[in-house]
C-alpha cells in the first residue's frame, strides 16, 4: 500500500506571494491532518480535516487555510508568506476519527526569501 | 492542555552501547503516548505507541518504552544502538477521546552514535 504522498516536495518563495501544498492520503483513509516544523518551535499542528470537514484547528493565524476534497485528498494554502512561514510542511493521515495512529509524509519544504 | 518535555536534546552514544531517552508528560485527561523518529530529510515514522494494557511497550527496530504513570514519563531504550539508529527522536502525546487528532511533540532529541 502507498504510503502518504505530498507535493512538492521543495518550494521557494518569496515574501507576499500565496502558496498551496498538496497531501494524498493513504488508500482508506479519511482524516488529514497537517503539521509545521520549525527549528525555533518544533512540530506544531495546524489542523485536521475528516470528510471533507474542518474537525480541529491549531493556533495559527487565518493566513492558513485548508481543504479536504471528496477523495480525501487534502491541500493547505498558505496567502501573504511571511519569512517565518519557511518551515517543513507534514501531512498525516489516519484511518478514522477513532483510532489515533497517523501516518507521516516525507514533508514539504517551504523557503520564504 | 497537555504538554511533552524530553529532557535531552542531544544524546551521543557509542555503537552497540544501551541508550535511554527520556521523556515526561503532563496532562489532565487521559493521553496516548507515541515515540516517532524522523531521519534528515524525511517525515516521521512511528516507533511505538501506547494506548492501554501492558506498560511495556515494544516497537520496530528494537526499540522499546516504558509507560509509567505515577512519574508521568514514556521514557524509550534500546538495548545496543546501530549507526542506522542516527536520526531525531520525538515523544508524543494525543488525548484519548475519539475526535481527538492533535498531537503535542516534545521539542525532540537527537541521537547521533559514534563508531
Known amino acids: 500500500k502507498a504510503g502518504v504522498t505530498q507535493t512538492p516536495r521543495y518550494l521557494i518563495k518569496t515574501r507576499g506571494q500565496q502558496v498551496t501544498l498538496s497531501c494524498s492520503p493513504i488508500s482508506g483513509h479519511r482524516s488529514v491532518s497537517w503539521y509545521q516544523q520549525t527549528p525555533g518551535q518544533g512540530l506544531q499542528f495546524l489542523f485536521e480535516y475528516f470528510s471533507e470537514t474542518q474537525r480541529n484547528k491549531g493556533n495559527f493565524p487565518g493566513r492558513f487555510s485548508g481543504r479536504q476534497f471528496s477523495n480525501s485528498r487534502s491541500e493547505m494554502n498558505v496567502s501573504t508568506l511571511e519569512l517565518g512561514d519557511s518551515a517543513l510542511y507534514l501531512c498525516?493521515?489516519?484511518?478514522?476519527?477513532?483510532?489515533?495512529?497517523?501516518?507521516f509524509g516525507p514533508g514539504t519544504r517551504l523557503t520564504v526569501l | 492542555a497537555q504538554s511533552v518535555t524530553q529532557l535531552d536534546s542531544q544524546v551521543p552514544v557509542f555503537e552497540e552501547a544501551p541508550v535511554e531517552l527520556r521523556c515526561n508528560y503532563s496532562s489532565s485527561v487521559s493521553v496516548y503516548l507515541f515515540w516517532y523518529v524522523q531521519y534528515p530529510n524525511q517525515g516521521l515514522q512511528l516507533l511505538l505507541k501506547y494506548l492501554s494494557g501492558s506498560t511495556l511497550v515494544k516497537g520496530i527496530n528494537g526499540f522499546e518504552a516504558e509507560f509509567n504513570k505515577s512519574q508521568t514519563s514514556f521514557h524509550l531504550r534500546k538495548p545496543s544502538v546501530h549507526i542506522s539508529d542516527t536520526a531525531e527522536y520525538f515523544c508524543a502525546v494525543s488525548e484519548v477521546r475519539s475526535s481527538a487528532s492533535k498531537i503535542i511533540f516534545g521539542s525532540g532529541t537527537r541521537l547521533s552514535i559514534r563508531p
Open positions: 498525516a493521515s489516519r484511518v478514522a476519527e477513532s483510532y489515533n495512529e497517523q501516518f
